[in-house]
Antibody, heavy 122, light 109 residues
Framework: QLQLQESGSGLVKPSQTLSLTCAVS??????????WSWIRQPPGKGLEWIGY???????YYNPSLKSRVTISVDRSKNQFSLKLSSVTAADTAVYYC??????????????WGQGTMVTVSS | SYELTQPPSVSVSPGQTARITCSGD??????AYWYQQKPGQAPVLVIY???ERPSGIPERFSGSSSGTTVTLTISGVQAEDEADYYC????????????FGGGTQLTVL
């Protein structure tokens, strides 16, 4: 059973860069037919898709965050990462990593990590 | 940007049928997905491609589509179904490949 686990800094200062990693276990991140996403949820609010990376390495980002987001993959460690630059309090949220399986449709998120809370504060 | 519109809340009594709608201009052309999220937990996919149900999801969950509106129906609602439900889809141009609705809180009275 494939599992995802987020890790990274839970507290980031304003204007700095948020960095998170999602470790993939029980399967290979290089398998075809999947993309790997980051999704966030501010406290008490709804879900916002941040971006995804395909097994090929190509990326696609939410246009509203594109100028600040980088998603990358480390195949040797079977993990993918998120960097969000120039953070503000509005970036405070639970950050989830998730897998989209194309057998369910183009962007159906069938497996999620448990989520990690990131607070932006000085 | 592209928006999907859901009612903020829906309330039903146990055993009744709950219907949660999601509206968006591109829904006639794009598949919709539905997620259930309980407090403190990650979302769970309950419907994909408008009306398909992943394995392990109870048969009381179903989905349908009509024009610019998709509907999640929960038949014979149980107390354990109380949760937030989110629809997800994409815009027609591909600019926004994954957009979530604002979420609907389902209360089982």
């Amino acid at each position: 059973q494939l599992q995802l686990q987020e890790s990274g800094s839970g507290l980031v200062k304003p204007s700095q860069t948020l960095s998170l990693t999602c470790a993939v276990s029980g399967g290979s991140i290089s398998s075809g037919g999947y993309s790997w996403s980051w999704i966030r949820q501010p406290p008490g609010k709804g879900l916002e898709w941040i971006g995804y990376i395909y097994h090929s390495g190509s990326t696609y980002y939410n246009p509203s965050l594109k100028s600040r987001v980088t998603i990358s993959v480390d195949r040797s460690k079977n993990q993918f990462s998120l960097k969000l630059s120039s953070v503000t309090a509005a970036d405070t949220a639970v950050y989830y990593c998730a897998r989209a399986s194309h057998s369910y449709g183009d962007n159906a998120f069938d497996i999620w990590g448990q989520g990690t809370m990131v607070t932006v504060s000085s | 940007s592209y928006e999907l519109t859901q009612p903020p809340s829906v309330s039903v009594s146990p055993g009744q049928t709950a219907r949660i709608t999601c509206s968006g201009d591109a829904l006639p052309k794009q598949y919709a997905y539905w997620y259930q999220q309980k407090p403190g937990q990650a979302p769970v996919l309950v419907i994909y491609k408008d009306s398909e149900r992943p394995s392990g999801i109870p048969e009381r969950f179903s989905g349908s589509s009509s024009g610019t509106t998709v509907t999640l129906t929960i038949s014979g609602v149980q107390a354990e179904d109380e949760a937030d439900y989110y629809c997800q889809s994409a815009d027609s141009s591909g600019t926004f490949p994954a957009v979530f609705g604002g979420g609907t809180q389902l209360t089982v009275l």
